[in-house]
């Protein structure tokens, strides 16, 4: 799959590996796992969508639902104490 901006497809979404099914679907998964406490937060690994542009979309949602999980988390550390910045 091409999207025209790019070479490849691994290159129209960094991280993300991109699927076409015979469909017409578009996928994406995660090349790398997220973390357990994304994970737990409700980031998915693999997500789907009908456009390139949708698909990027959910692809930064669900980077955004990550980060926002590992940033919660290390607050609450060093609110805590147990991590020293």
């Known amino acids: 799959m091409d999207d025209g901006e790019s070479g490849t497809p691994e290159q129209a979404i960094p991280g ?6 015979d469909a017409g679907r578009l996928w994406a998964s ?5 973390s357990a406490v994304a994970f737990d937060a409700g980031a998915e690994r693999t997500v789907d969508a009908d456009t390139l ?8 949602r669900q ?13 609450e550390e060093r609110a805590a104490g147990r991590v020293i910045s």
């Not at 995660?30 to 997220?34: A, Q, S, Y």
């Not at 542009?53 to 930064?60: F, K, V």
């Open 63 to 75: 980077e955004t639902i990550a980060g926002e999980a590992v940033a919660g988390e290390a607050q």
């Open 30 to 34: 995660r090349e790398e796992p997220f």
């Open 53 to 60: 542009d949708a698909l990027r979309a959910e692809t930064d």
């Open 16 to 21: 993300w590996r991109l699927i076409l099914s």
